[in-house]
């Protein structure tokens, strides 16, 4: 993580940068445990595929401004590749990449992640932490 530009974040946006980085790590792996992506002997758009994946965490550790950017592609990217495997995206990664990705999310869903951000926002306006897990199962009906 680049510690200057990230410890100068507010808290509640540090979390949340971490929060969509484990989460893109584990949907990494997800991947790599589906087809195409297992084994040693991938075919080319899977190396490329595999590839780009590792530079946007690369480029998300070091809050490189383009990752968003970047995300967006690879999740368009591979839901025209492989649709088959975008349950390995968690739905939180849809709405952090936003842009295109939103189009793969009914509008009820789009509501609740605009409550969460909303929650987020004021945790930051009013400089208090903000418990994630907390507030997006109260939003979303988890227990």
């Known amino acids: 993580m680049s510690e200057s530009r990230f410890a100068q974040l507010p808290e509640a946006e540090q979390e949340n940068i971490l929060f969509h980085l484990r989460l893109l790590k584990q949907s990494y792996e997800a991947f790599r445990e589906k087809e195409p992506f297992l084994g040693q002997d991938l075919d080319q758009d899977a190396i490329a595929f595999l590839a780009a994946y590792e530079q946007l965490i690369k480029d998300m550790v070091h809050l490189d401004p383009n990752h968003v950017f970047s995300g967006q592609q690879l999740v368009t990217q591979q839901i025209s590749k492989y649709p088959d495997l975008t349950e390995c995206w968690a739905r939180d990664l849809l709405w952090y990449f936003g842009g295109d990705c939103l189009h793969y999310?009914?509008?009820d869903e789009i509501e609740k992640f605009q409550q969460l951000d909303d929650a987020r926002f004021e945790a930051i306006d009013e400089?208090?932490?903000?418990?994630?897990?907390?507030v997006r199962n109260r939003i979303f009906g988890l227990h």
């Open 127 to 134: 400089g208090k932490a903000f418990q994630r897990e907390k």
């Open 105 to 107: 999310m009914p509008d």
